[in-house]
């Protein structure tokens, strides 16, 4: 027994040092004046498009379809042969981002397959060089997203399946590969976030992904970060890594969840920041386009993430796979469409809203705007009053939001309890406005 016990023990300890064999030299950062303006802007916003898009839409099956159909490289690179995007429409993307209420986009200009979807003089493997296409999409999106008031954020790859400076599968010695150029792959990225951010105008976001891959890798952060901050202060910095935010992000990311919450399993043991916050979401199952897809979420259910979103103090990045012909799926458009209808008349409850005023509760969540808390009953119970727990804040006024009704209440120690009699139906969220001191 003994035996066994010591031989569990230094297996923990050899895991522990595997995981511990590179610490991540991350400068002090103190944020710049523009960018602490423009998370507030970010904050602000509420609501925002995610667009996987890349020559993986040709397969119809994901953007991880080379990694998981096991497509060596070489082969999958014949896709770009196919890739020619004519229904793409820069005006006709950012009007629908606009009718559905969505203040920003999120695209990937170099997903895990290692495509770059925009013109860079750091890869011919790119939609200019190596498609039929032979234009920059990206450039046409920004110019339009600047004409309509759109921020346009751009997502990158730390991952890349396929260069060899990048060496995937490899093992990480002293915080790189063995056996490969890690620097040249760093100075790669290096090249491509410079292009990203001086070749499109103004960019709100650079959203990094892939950083799980290699847990124990020296990334280079403080070169990058630094980079970013160097050549855009109000450029803001997200990494989709699945950790405690590092000094030098500006935005702490939860996938598939809510701040708080691990029903995805990726958030397990990780706290939420003081940061600007931001929860990614899928409309169907997938991120890439997805032939097969067989069920997407129902404007019900997408305000209602939005709302719970917002009422944790997050954004919501909410995903599109644009079909290969360059076309936003026209189910997809259908129910974005039907957000922004409700959203013409609720917008107030979400944008511009603070939230983490209470802890959520069964019946939804509330949002705060300046002495206005938007009381957000996405779940009544049926009983003829509402009880609001915990809430600290003197309430002088109760009335719904419909038409202005006032509503009694009542304040104590322990909480508000407001009488809902007269609280017009809303099979989507009912809402009431509490005036506070």
């Known amino acids: 027994m003994k035996k066994f016990v010591l031989i569990i023990f230094i297996g923990l300890l050899f895991l522990s040092a595997e995981a511990q064999q590179y610490s991540f030299e991350v400068p002090d950062y103190n944020p710049s004046q523009e960018n602490l303006q423009a998370r507030e802007q970010f904050r602000d916003m509420r609501f925002g498009l995610f667009v996987h898009w890349g020559i993986y839409s040709v397969l119809g099956d994901g ?3 080379m990694h998981n159909q096991h497509i060596s490289y070489d082969k999958y690179k014949r896709l770009a042969d196919f890739f020619y995007p004519y229904d793409f429409d820069a005006k006709k993307w950012v009007q ?12 990937t200009t170099r997903h895990h397959d290692g495509f770059s979807m925009f013109d860079t003089e750091a890869s011919e493997y790119n939609i200019v060089d190596a498609t039929p296409y032979g234009k920059d999409p990206l450039k046409e999106l920004a110019e339009e997203c600047k004409k309509e008031g759109i921020k346009l954020n751009f997502y990158y790859s730390l991952l890349d399946w396929g260069r060899e400076d990048y060496g995937f599968g490899k093992k990480i010695v002293n915080g790189a590969p063995v056996d ?3 620097n040249n792959y760093i100075e790669f990225m290096k090249a491509q976030l410079t292009e990203l951010l001086t070749n499109y105008g103004e960019i709100g976001c650079i959203w990094f992904d892939g950083h799980w891959e290699r847990k124990n890798a020296n990334w280079h952060y403080d070169e990058i970060y630094g980079l970013i901050h160097e050549i855009s202060p109000s450029t803001l910095i997200v990494n989709n890594h699945h950790m405690q935010p590092l000094p030098g992000e500006d935005i702490q990311a939860f996938e598939r969840d809510l701040p708080g919450e691990n029903t995805a399993g990726f958030s397990h043991g990780v706290k939420v920041s003081d940061l600007p916050l931001e929860t990614c979401a899928t409309i169907g199952k997938s991120w890439g386009f997805n032939l097969n897809e067989k069920r997407i979420k129902s404007k019900k259910e997408i305000i209602h993430l939005l709302v719970k979103a917002a009422g944790k103090d997050a954004n919501l990045l909410l995903n599109v796979g644009p079909m290969p012909n360059g076309e936003i799926q026209p189910e997809f458009v259908k129910v974005l469409n039907e957000v922004g209808e409700w959203i013409s008349k609720y917008g107030e409850t979400i944008y511009e809203t603070r ?6 509760q069964d019946w ?4 705060q705007r300046d002495n206005q808390l938007f009381v957000h009953i996405l779940k009544p119970d049926g009983k003829p009053y509402l009880f609001i727990p915990d809430l600290k804040l003197k309430v002088a006024s109760a009335k719904n939001f419909e038409n202005g009704a006032k509503l009694k209440f009542k304040q104590q120690a322990e909480g508000v309890f407001i009488y809902t009699k007269g609280l017009p139906e809303n099979d989507v969220d009912q809402i009431i406005i509490l005036k506070v001191k």
């Open 63 to 65: 953007e991880w379809v």
């Open 96 to 107: 629908i981002v606009k009718a559905a209420g969505m203040k920003y986009i999120t695209i």
């Open 180 to 182: 490969t150029d890690w």
């Open 355 to 360: 939230g983490k005023v209470i802890d959520s």
């Open 364 to 367: 939804g969540t509330i949002t």
